[in-house]
């Protein structure tokens, strides 16, 4: 249970593990002064006259104090001031020392000398935090941990490490787990009263985020929680489904208006800080089906479908829904599912680009709504105020080619690629003529400053009843000219391949299946 929830960690800090490297004396990182700011405000780390003086080597005895305070014991150690064999120690670093050695973390550099004006070799700090994270065997901590990896500890042991990379790495160890407590270090030191979840919260989620989870109640649905670091800073006050909430993301709170989610026939708008709902929508007796296509700071855009599979696009704004396209969604199979998995979108600035099911439409953060196409779109790329899109192709003739019985798990996509410019008209830029082979344009990867569009298209080969093969090509679109420029798939590499036609491609598919008996 401890490893799964050690990798769980790491996974939820991904964003937050950033290398430590060695740095110059007389500098320090961006990230290194926003972990300073956090422990600073949590009052884990104080400085000097001269400020924060990350660029500087860290000294013994400031270590003993810094880690001291990480692990909760500076009251402790003020009151009791333990004594330790050392005889070197100032008056204002016995306490520290002492409690440490008192908590046997320390043993000094010989019997009687600590040397705490001497600098902390990186190791030996690496040493102190592995500790801290209930860690007991030196070895094993040195050859890395969720705190500190092993190339970080290879590269810098044996340096001097900076007030910059002790407050970065004493951070990383506040979020991550407890070996002994089974829990994070910040939620041990909440538990000793050292910090308060909200005080954890007002230092932390400004600059990192939080993480939303959700919990399962019965007969009330799922109630959502507010994590900073695995500690709960603020929960839900009614039983929701159908959330919007991001589940284990960590997000800042102000890059979302609200969440949304519903009990009964309500649909509300959560919080995101304080999780308190306020309904803004109640469904009729013929609307079952809703939801978010897409949240900017201030803004959000919903759909809510009826029985009759008929949808209407709302937006969200100054806490009230206001409906800006009617009637939408006629095309509808399975409005359950549909609406929340057949559609993308695109964010940029302080607009969203949303396109499935009801055409490709705009939202800016004012709450300003426009529809730039009535065409069901498949994917999306947007670049230089130009929205690239594939269209939902004519799928009759597709179903023909791959089998009535592949139907229902055909990949989506188009055949087309148009461009929507300024003029808000829009021009095609490339057809594909897939239906021998069952083909669809699954993906613009990217547009290039010159023009040149990158997407991929997918194909599916039947052979009777239950035997298929997919594969997909890359294409470059270079003056309205599609080229395969790679395959993902089996085709034998004969270094002939350049140049190729679609037409060659798929026979040469082809070909090879028949040989091999398919």
């Given at each position: 249970?401890?490893?799964?929830?050690?990798?769980?960690?790491?996974?939820?800090?991904?964003?937050?593990?950033?290398?430590?490297?060695?740095?110059?004396?007389?500098?320090?990182?961006?990230?290194?002064?926003?972990?300073?700011?956090?422990?600073?405000?949590?009052?884990?780390?104080?400085?000097?006259?001269?400020?924060?003086?990350?660029?500087?080597?860290?000294?013994?005895?400031?270590?003993?104090?810094?880690?001291?305070?990480?692990?909760?014991?500076?009251?402790?150690?003020?009151?009791?001031?333990?004594?330790?064999?050392?005889?070197?120690?100032?008056?204002?670093?016995?306490?520290?020392?002492?409690?440490?050695?008192?908590q046997k973390l320390t043993k000094g550099m010989s019997a009687t000398t600590y040397s705490p004006n001497a600098e902390t070799k990186y190791e030996h700090f690496v040493l102190f935090m592995g500790r801290a994270a209930g860690l007991e065997q030196d070895e094993h901590i040195l050859q890395g941990f969720d705190t500190v990896r092993a190339d970080e500890i290879k590269e810098n042991t044996g340096k001097g490490i900076t007030r910059g990379q002790a407050t970065e790495i004493m951070l990383r160890g506040l979020a991550n787990w407890h070996y002994a407590a089974e829990k994070t270090l910040a939620a041990v030191l909440c538990d000793k009263g050292v910090l308060t979840p909200q005080k954890l919260d007002e230092a932390v989620t400004p600059v990192l985020g939080c993480s939303y989870v959700w919990t399962w109640v019965k007969d009330a649905d799922y109630t959502i929680t507010r994590q900073v670091f695995y500690v709960p800073v603020a929960q839900s006050t009614i039983g929701v489904w159908a959330s919007s909430v991001p589940f284990n993301e960590e997000i800042l709170p102000k890059s979302v208006t609200a969440f949304f989610g519903s009990s009964g026939s309500t649909i509300y708008a959560i919080d995101p800080m304080t999780l308190e709902p306020r309904a803004v929508y109640e469904l009729d007796e013929r609307e079952c089906y809703w939801s978010v296509l897409g949240t900017l700071p201030d803004a959000a855009c919903l759909l809510i479908a009826d029985k009759d599979k008929n949808g209407s696009l709302y937006i969200y704004d100054e806490g009230a829904l206001t409906q800006v396209l009617g009637s939408c969604c006629s095309t509808i199979h399975d409005p359950n599912t549909q609406?929340?998995?057949?559609?993308?979108?695109?964010?940029?600035?302080?607009?969203?680009?949303?396109?499935?099911?009801?055409?490709?439409?705009?939202?800016?953060?004012?709450?300003?709504?426009?529809?730039?196409?009535?065409?069901?779109?498949?994917?999306?790329?947007?670049?230089?105020?130009?929205?690239?899109?594939?269209?939902?192709?004519?799928?009759?003739?597709?179903?023909?080619?791959?089998?009535?019985?592949?139907?229902?798990?055909?990949?989506?996509?188009?055949?087309?690629?148009?461009?929507?410019?300024?003029?808000?008209?829009?021009?095609?830029?490339a057809a594909l003529d897939g239906r021998k082979y069952g083909m669809m344009i699954s993906e613009i990867v990217s547009v290039e400053a010159g023009g040149t569009v990158r997407f991929k298209a997918e194909y599916m080969f039947t052979y009777g009843m239950m035997d298929t093969h997919t594969?997909?090509?890359?294409?470059?679109?270079?003056?309205?000219?599609?080229?395969?420029?790679?395959?993902?798939?089996?085709?034998?590499q004969d270094g002939t391949d350049e140049g190729r036609t679609l037409e060659q491609w798929l026979e040469l598919e082809a070909q090879r299946l028949k040989k091999a008996g398919k």
């Open positions: 249970m401890k490893r799964i929830a050690a990798v769980v960690m790491i996974l939820v800090l991904a964003v937050f593990m950033l290398s430590v490297q060695a740095a110059e004396p007389a500098g320090y990182t961006d990230k290194q002064k926003e972990s300073a700011d956090i422990l600073y405000t949590l009052g884990l780390f104080r400085g000097s006259d001269k400020g924060y003086e990350l660029g500087r080597n860290l000294t013994r005895g400031e270590a003993a104090a810094l880690l001291t305070r990480l692990l909760g014991g500076e009251a402790e150690a003020l009151a009791k001031n333990y004594p330790s064999p050392f005889t070197d120690l100032p008056d204002w670093v016995k306490p520290y020392v002492g409690w440490l050695y008192h609406l929340r998995t057949e559609y993308c979108s695109y964010a940029r600035d302080n607009s969203m680009i949303v396109g499935g099911l009801y055409g490709i439409v705009s939202f800016d953060n004012s709450g300003q709504f426009e529809r730039l196409s009535e065409v069901r779109a498949e994917t999306l790329y947007v670049r230089d105020n130009a929205v690239y899109y594939v269209p939902k192709a004519s799928s009759e003739d597709i179903w023909k080619a791959v089998g009535e019985v592949y139907r229902e798990g055909f990949l989506p996509g188009g055949l087309e690629i148009y461009r929507i410019g300024e003029n808000k008209q829009p021009e095609l830029l594969g997909m090509f890359v294409y470059e679109l270079r003056d309205g000219v599609p080229a395969v420029i790679g395959y993902e798939g089996s085709v034998p």
